[in-house]
């Protein structure tokens, strides 16, 4: 990319847009965060005496 860009270094080209990069790396982690369906937790059972069924 800093080649098709002009700069001299890849260096140079993160400096100037990585602010930029963050935001849409944010963004994107986001969406696909939103997009795996979470596993419904089920409530846990808490015995109360020794002699209670599981």
Known sequence: ???R???SSPSI???LYVH???SVGA???EMVAAA???ATRRP???RTSVGEPP
Do not use: D, I, N, Y
């Open 27 to 29: 963004q994107a982690a």
């Open 44 to 46: 846990h059972h808490v």
């Open 5 to 7: 860009l002009g700069h």
């Open 36 to 38: 795996v369906p979470r």
């Open 13 to 15: 080209t993160e400096s």
């Open 20 to 22: 930029l990069l963050r």
């Open 1 to 3: 990319m800093s080649k």
